[in-house]
């Protein structure tokens, strides 16, 4: 079984950074496809950035600001997050997937806690 588990949110003002990390449990950790989403409650999950080998992907509303990588000594993929908005404020998840990336959180079979960010103004 597949865990993972989201470290790093908080409490940071517009403008400023975060970076969070997600450590995925494994062997296979390069074999995953692994993503990033965000969700305000009572609305739907939201794509944010995915990553398998060296193709990235992102939301319109976060390129040029987000970045997702990974590090496979450490079998953990982060989502720095820079220029960050109010409007970023929400709870995120990582993801993971066997097979290619996928923008679509339905295609994802494993997902961590969600942690919570909060961007003030």
């Known amino acids: 079984q597949v865990q993972l588990v989201e470290s790093g949110g908080g409490l940071v003002q517009a403008g400023g950074s975060l970076r969070l990390s997600c450590a995925v449990s494994?062997?296979?950790?390069?074999?995953?496809?692994l993503g990033w989403f965000r969700q305000t409650p009572g609305k739907e999950r939201e794509f944010v950035a995915a990553d398998k080998w060296d193709n990235q992907y992102y939301a319109d509303s976060v390129k040029g600001r987000f970045t997702i990588s990974r590090d496979s000594a450490k079998n953990t993929v982060y989502l720095q997050m820079n220029s960050l908005k109010p409007e970023d404020t929400d709870l995120y998840y990582c993801?993971?997937?066997?097979?290619?990336?996928?923008?679509?959180?339905?295609?994802?079979?494993?997902w961590g806690q969600g942690i919570q960010v909060t961007v003030s103004s």
């Open positions: 993801a993971g997937k066997w097979g290619p990336v996928a923008t679509q959180g339905r295609e994802y079979d494993y």
């Open positions: 494994g062997r296979t950790f390069s074999s995953y496809a």
